[in-house]
């Protein structure tokens, strides 16, 4: 018998998908072309709670707008956690800004409060806040920082939409904050990103930005003010997107039940998971376990026994000042000893219990 493939992700598209984009591709053409887009956007604001939101083609583009309406360049520098990935960082270093790395706190593994404090320098335009695999970053902290220190505060969300931070959602509370709709995020166009603010000045100045530095009051055509980008989603993907919208508390409720059912069987092992403070709730994006520091574990043997049974495992983040474009950067303790110790598990919204029960089996299989 050949065992199923579990994939460590899988985006969960239905026949509401299917419909909105054969609408966008059959009819959003012409005077129609932005219809989905508006209508995306306009979800994307209803979740959320902010003033504005712009539907992007990345993250990574949505992140890049951002800084660059900051006025953030050269001989600035930006404070973000050394567990991430490039994409949270790549914007700092297109823009001719430095990077300030960071680490990260052993329990969340996300940005150290205290570590960013001490990294503040005359040079310090913004905190970059990570919300980790849905884990949050302590918002009120970081938030109480960059107000004593005049620094704008940007919450990357790309892996935290469903997270909440007292009552607040993760993207929401910062100076802005990013989304991702790769495909494996837990809602997806199969690429696409979001901006979203509450400050109707700095939305301006991206939406600008976004379309190649034309402003909205400007009349002559194909005039641009200033040298902008051109980072703007599709149609036919917002349209898969306001599927996913509709779809939004189903998607997350099913990232909750298969955390919770492995969190439920790992109990006993030698590992900790994704964790929920009070007062927050968790999205579990990855569901990820970090095994003690005392206990022998390889990594690398538990993503080949993952392989021989049809399993694709994820490492966690490397940290991102081993990555050559930081070459000689200083390595933060916590993060340099977290990544060798952490994994992701495979989750989407149809894998089966039996399916789980392997990848469970797997993993206790680690510690006997
Ligand atoms: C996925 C991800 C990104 C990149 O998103 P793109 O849409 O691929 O640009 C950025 N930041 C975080 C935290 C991510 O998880």
Not at 45 to 60: F, M, P, Q, V, Y
Not at 107 to 136: E, F, M, S
Not at 318 to 341: D, E, I, Q, T
């Amino acid at each position: 018998m050949t065992l199923s493939r579990i994939h460590y992700t899988k985006p969960s598209i239905g026949l509401l998908e299917q419909r909105y984009a054969s609408d966008a591709v059959a009819n959003g053409w012409g005077e129609r072309c932005y219809e989905y887009i508006s209508k995306f956007e306009q979800a994307f604001r209803d979740h959320l709670g902010t003033k504005h939101a712009i539907a992007t083609s990345s993250c990574t583009g949505a992140m890049h707008m951002g800084l660059a309406a900051l006025g953030i360049g050269p001989g600035d520098e930006v404070i973000i956690g050394d567990i991430n990935w490039i994409a949270s960082a790549a914007p700092i270093l297109y823009l001719g800004a430095k990077p300030n790395l960071v680490d990260v706190l052993d329990d969340t593994w996300c940005i150290d409060p205290d570590a960013v404090v001490d990294a503040i320098t005359p040079r310090t335009k913004a905190i970059v806040a990570v919300h980790v695999y849905g884990n949050l970053c302590n918002m009120d902290r970081l938030r109480q920082i960059a107000e004593d220190h005049g620094l704008a505060l940007i919450e990357d969300a790309a892996e935290a939409i469903g997270s909440m931070w007292h009552g607040r959602r993760a993207g929401s509370m910062g100076t802005f904050g990013t989304f991702s709709f790769h495909g494996t995020k837990t809602v997806t166009t199969g690429e696409g990103g979001m901006f979203v603010t509450n400050d109707t000045d700095l939305y301006e100045r991206v939406l600008t930005l976004s379309n190649h530095g034309r402003s909205r009051n400007q009349t002559k055509q194909f005039w641009p003010d200033l040298l902008g980008y051109k980072y703007k989603i599709s149609n036919v993907q917002a349209a898969i997107g306001c599927a996913q919208m509709e779809r939004v508390e189903e998607l997350i409720a099913g990232k909750r039940r298969i955390f919770e059912y492995y969190r439920d069987r790992f109990e006993g092992l030698p590992l900790r998971m994704n964790p929920e403070p009070d007062g927050t709730q968790n999205s579990y994006w990855m569901p990820t376990i970090v095994v003690d520091e005392d206990v022998p574990f390889s990594r690398e043997r538990l993503l080949q026994d993952f392989q021989s049974n049809s399993i694709d495992g994820r490492v966690f983040f490397w940290p991102l000042s081993l990555l050559p474009m930081f070459h000689g950067y200083s390595k933060n303790p916590v993060s340099h000893s977290l990544y060798a110790r952490a994994i992701n598990l495979p989750t989407y919204h149809d894998i089966r219990d039996d399916e789980l029960d392997r990848v469970i089996e797997v993993v206790a299989s680690q510690f006997l």
